[in-house]
């Protein structure tokens, strides 16, 4: 073919077998060239329903709610915790002393901190949630068997020391806005409104020492939150177990409730003096407060003489009153947000 000529093929439409027919053109697709978008939805599911990943966003719901829930005892008992021998303005009982932050702060007073402690209260639970989950599943693996109580305690300490290393910055800014509007005389009053959680946070990281201010008490709070977490798991675990009819896998909420409310009061029992402790370190370089601690031992010591066995135990009354409805409505909201994750997997999956 010369050049300039054009091929029979292009101007026929014909081009052997390579050419195209009308009823071979009907059946082409209308789109051809789209494809499928992946299923992200599915793929979401199919993730958030894994038992780690749902444990921790359960974990984290948990949090959130059970510390709205109980925040107006949770300020009191900070309040009864930092206040030291001679300090009277909140000695009288817990309904008059929750009377007395209304008149003097209002619906505020009760919910201060709240916001701060929410945001730590979600990586916190989170975390604790999601470890406990994981170290779970692997001392299973190692042992191919059910965790045994003192497995359970274990694993429950270590991943509370987990869960308070990562979130403590705010666990002590939460202590610092919960007393800095109280009516403690000895404290100097803001004028206009008080700082919030980030100012706060800075302020204390630029005149105390950067991190060390921020992790100033991390050494009580370990000491008391592996036992306290600990316990806990294993508490719950056991009551909840006992809770479980034969041949029956998963309780009614009830009986979750209630698993939740005794273990919380247990644990937080038998480490409550370890409580007092991260409270006033964490407050121990406020001025006004009345103390200044050098160690654990020499803080225990100058309790017990200054204030006797019950300054290690004070605000356990309100602690013992939001026990129930915060570890229940925790435990509780845990497990119905995780089994509802759970259940949007592909298959279905044994509950932690």
């Given at each position: 073919m010369r050049l300039g000529e054009k091929s029979p093929a292009a101007v026929t439409g014909n081009g052997g077998a390579s050419s195209t027919t009308m009823s071979e053109l009907q059946n082409i697709p209308e789109n051809p060239v789209t494809v499928s978008p992946p299923d992200v939805v599915s793929r979401l599911q199919e993730f958030v329903s894994t038992p780690f990943t749902a444990a921790f966003c359960a974990g984290g719901v948990a949090g959130a709610?059970?510390?709205?829930?109980?925040?107006?005892?949770?300020?009191?008992?900070?309040?009864?915790?930092?206040?030291?021998?001679?300090?009277?303005?909140?000695?009288?009982?817990?309904?008059?002393?929750?009377?007395?932050?209304?008149?003097?702060?209002?619906?505020?007073?009760?919910?201060?901190?709240?916001?701060?402690?929410?945001?730590?209260?979600?990586?916190?639970?989170?975390?604790?949630?999601?470890?406990?989950?994981?170290?779970?599943?692997?001392?299973?693996?190692?042992?191919?068997?059910?965790?045994?109580?003192?497995?359970?305690?274990?694993?429950?300490?270590?991943?509370?020391?987990?869960?308070?290393t990562f979130t403590y910055p705010l666990d002590i800014v939460r202590t610092r806005l919960s007393i800095q509007t109280a009516s403690f005389a000895s404290l100097a009053k803001h004028q206009g409104k008080p700082p919030g959680m980030w100012?706060?946070?800075?302020?204390?990281?630029?005149?105390?020492?950067?991190?060390?201010?921020?992790?100033?008490?991390?050494?009580?709070?370990?000491?008391?939150?592996?036992?306290?977490?600990?316990?806990?798991?294993?508490?719950?675990?056991?009551?909840?177990?006992?809770?479980?009819?034969?041949?029956?896998?998963?309780?009614?909420?009830?009986?979750?409730?209630?698993?939740?409310?005794?273990?919380?009061?247990?644990?937080?029992?038998?480490?409550?003096?370890f409580d007092v402790l991260r409270r006033r370190f964490q407050v121990n370089s406020m001025s006004g407060m009345g103390y200044q601690y050098t160690s654990i031992t020499g803080a225990i010591t100058t309790i017990v003489k200054e204030e006797g066995i019950p300054g290690l135990y004070k605000g356990i009354m309100p602690n013992l009153l939001k026990v129930a409805p915060s570890?229940?409505?925790?435990?509780?909201?845990?497990?119905?947000?995780r089994d509802f994750l759970v259940s949007l997997g592909p298959e279905k999956t044994d509950p932690i």
């Open positions: 709610v059970s510390r709205t829930v109980v925040s107006p005892l949770e300020r009191l008992k900070i309040l009864y915790q930092v206040q030291s021998a001679g300090r009277n303005e909140y000695q009288m009982s817990v309904g008059k002393a929750l009377g007395k932050m209304w008149r003097d702060e209002g619906w505020r007073g009760f919910m201060r901190g709240n916001g701060t402690n929410c945001v730590r209260i979600v990586p916190y639970s989170a975390v604790q949630f999601g470890a406990f989950n994981l170290y779970k599943r692997t001392v299973e693996g190692w042992t191919g068997a059910n965790l045994t109580a003192f497995q359970r305690l274990l694993c429950g300490g270590v991943a509370g020391i987990t869960s308070v100012p706060t946070m800075k302020l204390m990281y630029t005149t105390e020492g950067g991190l060390r201010g921020l992790y100033r008490g991390i050494l009580p709070t370990v000491a008391g939150v592996a036992p306290y977490v600990g316990l806990n798991f294993m508490v719950y675990e056991a009551v909840r177990g006992y809770f479980t009819s034969p041949g029956e896998t998963n309780p009614p909420w009830y009986r979750k409730l209630a698993a939740g409310a005794i273990s919380g009061a247990v644990a937080q029992t038998c480490t409550y003096p570890m229940a409505s925790s435990w509780l909201s845990f497990e119905l947000t």
